[in-house]
């Protein structure tokens, strides 16, 4: 087993058993307010938006590849009751005039997250199929893409990732109320929190990814046709929310680093590179809002870094995701409470 995963290892497991002193320390419920008995509903809508960067080194931006899906946002709602929750989300069609310009994208697109006052897990699971280079336009020394965008319907992008984040004062910060609105925070209060997470990802195509008029930059991967990335880290954060009546702001901000694993081909010739990267491990989240106890409302923003780094190529995945949320909290209907009981997830 590779050293560094041991570290890596070994620095989540201290942290954890560190962070276990901290928070029974801390059993002040006067912070956090819980809704266990509740039933919560909340119709939401979301606004995604993904890129991949691939820029040679010691280039201008000009240079660089950065391609997009041209993926729907979705509108849809989530409900939960105790161990009963679901959610359903519609994509939103394209406009002709969008699809004509940027490409028409096959996407799969699924977001889990199961939350817990001190312990969250997210799952983030994407692959599309057709993208576009939105930098296009600005390809040096060529006119064809100057009033069109470069688009590789064949370009297939997947990516998966695990977030294990762990909250080390739990009982005076709420990270499920300032970006799940599964609690409320009463009090403005912070913690540090702690992240670990494993990814994949794969880029292919067809034939060569970068396009034609900027090939001259990547002199050892101009013929690049996939790229894979296996990656793993472990980072410390802090979480902070403000309150003011019941209104609130919060913020979270991980640091850490990330150990790659890298396998490419190019011109068909497979190549594996194992590395220890000093790679920033970079995951931002904030959110604003209404909180009472019985209605909810704000706007939640999650933004991701994944940094690449092989060949002449310095890269880097990211998404964004805006949630625009209202809801409601109200007693459960009897049926509902003795459907849950019988409920084969209830713990």
Known sequence: MNRTFLYQLFFLWSMLLAGVEVGAQDGDSYYVQEYEEKVYFSPKYLFKHSTIRLRPVGRVLEWQSKFHPNSPNSLGFQFRYKSISFGVGIPIPKSAAKTEKFGTTKSIDINLKVAQPRTIFELYLKNYKGMVDLNSPNYPMDEQFDKIYYQRPDLNFFYIKGNFIYVLQSKKYSYRAAFTFLERQKQSAGAPLLIGNVSFVRLKADSAIIATPIREAYPQSAGLTQLDVLDSGVGAGYGYTYVYDQFFASAALFLGIDYQNNRYLIDKDLKKKNQVNAVPLL?????????????????????????????????????????????????????????????????
């Open 283 to 347: 995951d931002l989240r904030a959110s604003l809002g209404y909180h009472s106890d019985k209605y909810f409302a704000g706007i939640v923003a999650t933004s991701d870094y994944n940094l690449i780094r092989f060949e002449e190529i310095k890269g880097r995945f990211n998404y964004f995701v805006v949630a625009l949320r209202i809801g409601i909290r109200f007693a459960a209907p009897k049926g509902l409470e003795k459907l849950e009981e019988k409920s084969p997830f209830k713990l």
